[in-house]
């Protein structure tokens, strides 16, 4: 709202701008919505028609019912969760390990660690897809699961946030007979906290988006995961845009809604993991 | 502290799943691009360096090597342009309420899987019913173009499209480099008569040196990775193998063909691309100072 103060002239430039470049980025959302409420018939005989002349939901019915979307989800879901959770006790626990320990190999060790953040998916995956066929994961959720539950940027970002955590803390914890381990849940993991936030929010977004892993490694319509069944749907259906458009925002609404309500910690998290 | 046993006990797993699925994998694609490889098949020969070689003359690679390299520029120059400048007129609104708002607006995109989103611009840029051809028709009353089935277009609407999906990151990194710049440096170019533009340029730039570096490292790097948006809005390569990348093309050597031996060795070359643009950049944008 406009407030009855005078009017900056210095916010005018600024907020024209911005509001336009919003009006760009939002378009594709609002376009895909209202094409949801249309059927197919209509999308390619009234093109220019922005509203929907007949609202229905036949898109809707059409995923929900004909194609196993509850299926994908669930997998989708499994995936993520596992993945998110695991993620953060490795990095928590062997950023703490790299942060406050001494040993052999540390420097190198770490270094190593860090020098695969640096290396593309494309080189890793014919490898990998190679070594999951052997362990005989092909064609299963694990596929997605095992290779994923070490991640080198949780390791550095943990292990930088622990960094600022002062070793007398730790210290004395041991002088009150504390082991490593509690040491790590009653002293270390709280003072995670913020770090842990920003990581999980990053993780599970990767892993809910990915599609090119799922591609190599899952060929079941059963096993897939989201981002991976919305190809296979829109290639099986591929002249039925209604029913297209509301796989892909039943697909692109849950993060969306998750971003809208959890703005802050989103954004904090994602300023935080450039900082450090 | 020290406590060998317990460093011990927390590595092991780790370092194992990590020998498993990094380090052997990375080691694991030099050595099958010797090899003339394909799983199905049993008979695997060593051939040295002939896939490296085959490249050379492969006009296929050349082509999605041209392609990657110019949508990668493209791309990344464009988008580190339009986020420095949107971050900055976030940070000059005075209500905290429209900068957030706008912040997450911005990053909306980023949060949708590419595929999905990719799926959805396909539809914008339908011929008949996208809503793209429909403003060019309706508004400016130009012909309706086909942005997808011509090779002149199809990379150019993938780059439209990865701006609109990727922005946002980068906004938020770069406004948050700029909050934490101390706002006496503003004030006092603000005494001095600097205007905003003229302040953009004589300290918010400067000052953010490593944040800025950070970013373009990390846009350089992803961009080169880009994969499902070539899969979707440019179905298998686009016309003419006009929008066919690395990426794509080693997965479809890869994956279609099986012929992984040459796929590595194209995975190679790319690995190396990102190597050496990575430290090119790094060394020019060598920041050793802060404030």
Known sequence: MITRKKIHWGQVVPLTILTTVAILVIAPYIWMLLTTFKSTPEIRQNPGKILPINWTLSGYHYVLTESPFLRWFINSVIVSVTVTVAVVFTSTLVGFVFSKYQFRFKKVLFWFILATMMVPYQITMIPQFLIIVELNLYDSLWALIVPALVSAFGVYLCRSFCDDIPDSLCEAAIIDGAGPFRIYWTVILPLLKPCIGALSIFIFLEVWNEYLKPLIMLSQVNKMTLPLALSYFSTARIHDIGSIMSASSLIMLPATILLLVFQKQFIKGVAMTGMK | ?291
């Not at chain 2, 611009?121 to 400016?140: E, H, K, S, T």
């Not at chain 2, 012929?259 to 020019?284: H, K, P």
Request: glycine share 6%; net charge positive; aromatic share 16%.
């Open chain 2, 1 to 291: 502290m020290k406590n060998n046993r317990f460093v011990l006990m927390v590595l092991t797993p780790i370092i194992v799943l990590f020998m498993t699925f990094m380090i052997l994998p990375i080691g694991g694609a030099f050595v099958i691009s010797l090899f003339d490889y394909n799983p199905v098949r049993s008979q695997n020969p060593f051939i040295g360096f002939a896939n490296f070689t085959k490249l050379l003359n492969d006009r296929i690679f050349v082509k999605s090597l041209t392609n990657t390299l110019t949508f990668v520029f493209v791309t990344v120059a464009l988008n580190i342009a339009i986020t420095l400048t949107l971050a900055f007129l976030i940070t000059m609104l005075r209500s905290n309420k429209l900068r957030s708002l706008f912040r997450v607006l911005f990053f909306m995109p980023c949060i949708a899987p590419l595929v999905a989103s990719a799926t959805v611009w396909r539809g914008l840029y339908a011929v008949d019913y996208g809503l793209i051809n429909n403003i060019l028709r309706g508004v400016f009353h130009v012909p309706a173009i086909n942005w997808i089935g011509t090779p002149a277009f199809v990379l150019p609407a993938i780059v439209i499209f990865t701006l609109w999906a990727d922005m946002g990151y980068n906004i938020i990194l770069f406004s948050a480099g700029m909050d934490g710049i101390p706002t006496d440096f503003y004030e006092a170019a603000e005494l001095d008569g600097a205007g905003h533009i003229k302040r953009f340029f004589t300290i918010t730039l400067p000052l953010m040196g490593r944040t800025f570096s950070f970013v373009l490292a990390m846009t350089l790097i992803s961009h080169f990775q880009m994969f499902a948006q070539f899969q979707v809005l440019a179905t298998k390569g686009g016309p003419n193998q006009s929008a066919n990348v690395l990426t794509y093309y080693i997965y479809k050597t890869a994956f279609q063909s099986r012929d992984m031996g040459y796929a590595s060795a194209i995975s190679v070359v790319l690995f190396l691309l990102i190597m050496v643009f990575t430290a090119i950049q790094q060394r020019i944008n060598r920041v050793d100072w802060g404030y």
